[in-house]
Structures are given as structure tokens and as C-alpha cells.
């Protein structure tokens, strides 16, 4: 398998997660924004890491997820996968 990029790159990612405990589920959130993370929703975060704060991220989130249940996705992206979204996004209006 090649690497898609070299160790010390940035990569895009997307980081989702489903989890059911509020309190985990805030400490799940500010690791993602500790890392530079931004929210695109309620459990869903994109920015772009290097391979090794990735593994560091992951690493953190599973500590804070304990024994509690959770389903956490991390999909590094490259050039053409991020060219191909779609996103639909309406303001609410009052």
C-alpha cells in the first residue's frame, strides 16, 4: 500500500463519531478543536493534520471515550475526494 502523503504533510480529514454519553461526547469535541478541527456538524469535524497528530488525536479520543461506547471515523481525504464534495447548507430563517 503507498502513502498517499509524506509523514510530516498535512492531509485533510473528516472525523465523525457516534456517541451516546454527553460527557464523553464534549471531551470527544475539544480534542477535535484542540487540534484545529473545525465543527461542519453536530459530530462531524474536518481540517487538515499530519499522519502523526492524526494517530495523536485518535489516541486521545479513545482515553477520553473510557469504557463508554463510541463509533469514531477519521477519513483522510486527498485532492480529488475533496474536489468531488457536495454540500448543501441553508441559513435557518426566522
Same mark, same amino acid.
Given at each position: 500500500?503507498?502513502?498517499?502523503?509524506?509523514?510530516?504533510? @498535512?492531509?485533510?480529514?473528516?472525523? !465523525?463519531?457516534?456517541? *451516546?454519553?454527553? $460527557?464523553?461526547?464534549?471531551?470527544?469535541?475539544?480534542?477535535? /478543536? @484542540?487540534?484545529?478541527?473545525?465543527? !461542519?456538524?453536530?459530530? *462531524?469535524?474536518? $481540517?487538515?493534520?499530519?499522519?502523526?497528530?492524526?494517530?495523536? /488525536?485518535?489516541?486521545?479520543?479513545?482515553?477520553?471515550?473510557?469504557?463508554?461506547?463510541?463509533?469514531?471515523?477519521?477519513?483522510?481525504?486527498?485532492?480529488?475526494?475533496?474536489?468531488?464534495?457536495?454540500?448543501?447548507?441553508?441559513?435557518?430563517?426566522?
Amino acid at each position: 500500500m503507498s502513502h498517499l502523503w509524506r509523514d510530516g504533510e @498535512d492531509m485533510r480529514c473528516l472525523l !465523525i463519531y457516534d456517541i *451516546a454519553h454527553d $460527557g464523553v461526547r464534549t471531551k470527544v469535541a475539544d480534542a477535535c /478543536l @484542540d487540534y484545529g478541527l473545525q465543527r !461542519i456538524q453536530y459530530s *462531524a469535524f474536518f $481540517g487538515e493534520l499530519s499522519h502523526i497528530h492524526q494517530r495523536e /488525536l485518535l489516541v486521545k479520543i479513545e482515553r477520553r471515550i473510557g469504557k463508554h461506547g463510541a463509533n469514531v471515523q477519521l477519513f483522510p481525504l486527498d485532492e480529488k475526494s475533496w474536489s468531488g464534495r457536495r454540500v448543501i447548507e441553508h441559513e435557518e430563517k426566522e
